[in-house]
């Protein structure tokens, strides 16, 4: 089973609305990435949590707040976002240690601020 | 200069026909991963096939195939008897390093059409 889950599929939200965002996954994977991507683009990697611990932040603004409660769940809080951050947001998971570090991704939520 | 070069744009293929979407990676690393990602208009990234650096043979998956030239820093994708289904987005991209969570960088992508 290489499942990764997101929720919700779509949000719409106003500049000043605090929302989350949800991915869940229970392949026993211990490295959770989330990624940005704008229409006819490739994803661009926003951060990465290896081992529940925040390993890598792109410079990503500090309206987007990534958190990992345990090792099968990742959110990222989004508070006072601009019209520009409409996009689709992929949440990917993969083994970490050992394997070859394939990410398996999520089918994506995908964001409109208003 | 980019890492992952993709330069087909776009292409449009005949339904059974075989398709190469090609390839070109950038890294002076020895240790590295290359992967294709499928994504339909539905938004998902579907992961279809990897290919180690020290890996000798070309990597298979059922109609997916990698045509692995390390030389020449080439990982085409090659698949066989294309079907209407295979129309999407289709996204080389490599992971560099030994570390399994480091990022991986993606190309800009080749939109595929099957045409019936």
């Known amino acids: 089973d290489t499942e990764v889950t997101q929720t919700p599929k779509h949000l719409v939200m106003g500049m000043t609305n605090k929302k989350s965002l949800k991915c869940e996954q229970h392949?026993?994977?211990?490295?959770m990435y989330w990624y940005k991507q704008k229409a006819k683009k490739p994803p661009e990697l926003m951060f990465v949590?290896?081992?529940?611990?925040?390993?890598i932040n792109e410079s990503v603004p500090s309206r987007f707040s990534p958190e990992c409660p345990n090792s099968s769940l990742l959110n990222l809080h989004l508070h006072a976002l601009q019209p520009e951050d409409s996009a689709l947001y992929l949440c990917?998971?993969?083994?970490?240690?050992?394997?070859?570090?394939?990410?398996?991704f999520g089918p994506g939520t995908r964001l409109t601020v208003l | 200069a980019q890492k992952i070069t993709q330069t087909q744009p776009g292409m449009f293929v005949q339904e059974k026909e075989a398709v190469t979407l090609d390839c070109t990676y950038d890294?002076?690393?020895?240790?590295?991963?290359l992967f294709w990602y499928k994504q339909p208009s539905s938004g998902e990234m579907i992961f279809l096939i990897y290919?180690?650096?020290?890996?000798?043979q070309n990597a298979t998956e059922g109609r997916y195939s990698l045509n692995f030239q390390k030389a020449r820093k080439s990982a085409n994708l090659v698949i066989s008897a294309s079907q209407l289904g295979d129309s999407a987005m289709y996204f080389c991209a490599m992971r560099e390093g030994r570390r399994r969570d480091d990022k991986i960088i993606f190309g800009k992508g080749t939109r595929l059409h099957i045409l019936p």
């Open positions: 990917a998971s993969s083994l970490n240690s050992v394997g070859d570090g394939t990410q398996y």
């Open positions: 290919q180690g650096s020290y890996d000798e």
């Open positions: 890294t002076s690393d020895q240790s590295y991963g």
């Open positions: 949590y290896s081992y529940e611990k925040l390993s």
């Open positions: 392949m026993g994977h211990r490295a």
